[in-house]
């Protein structure tokens, strides 16, 4: 009885070495894509600082040509390393975070959700020019638990 349980235990401890010797390939993996995505993330953090500091003011058409052509232009001549395709709103946020927004009452365009970026990611609060109300509407309910 001793000798199957011991038997028994073995199997189980053989079984997780084997399982945790593939979870090793993966790890391994995902050390090389994070090493490498590091290496991207100054341009990455450039991108997005620069994209919080200048495009708030300006309609999505100005917003775009700044980021496609005169950011990206610069960190491409001066050889600085980032993201083939990077998206300041990747780095500044995430899906899960947009989607709380919405349920708040942020409209789901991008323009709004670059101006919700900017807005939680300023170290200042901007100004809010806003005709239709909806953004003013959406930083009442985002704030409203902290009596704001």
Request: hydrophobic share 40%; net charge negative.
């Amino acid at each position: 009885q001793e000798a199957d349980r011991c038997q028994r235990r073995l199997g189980l401890a053989q079984r997780l070495v084997t399982a945790l010797g593939s979870e090793n390939v993966r790890w391994e993996a995902s050390i090389e894509a994070y090493n490498q995505a590091l290496s991207l993330l100054v341009g990455d953090v450039l991108l997005a600082s620069a994209f919080v500091s200048y495009v708030g003011p300006f309609t999505k058409r100005y917003r775009d040509n700044l980021v496609n052509n005169i950011f990206m232009s610069f960190l491409k001549e001066n050889q600085i390393p980032m993201s083939d395709k990077s998206n300041p709103l990747t780095i500044l946020t995430n899906d899960a975070e947009i989607a709380k927004w919405n349920n708040q009452g942020l409209p789901a365009d991008r323009v709004s959700i670059e101006n919700g970026t900017i807005l939680c990611n300023s170290e200042r609060w901007p100004l809010i020019i806003d005709p239709q109300l909806q953004g003013i509407a959406w930083m009442k309910e985002r704030e409203k638990d902290n009596n704001l």
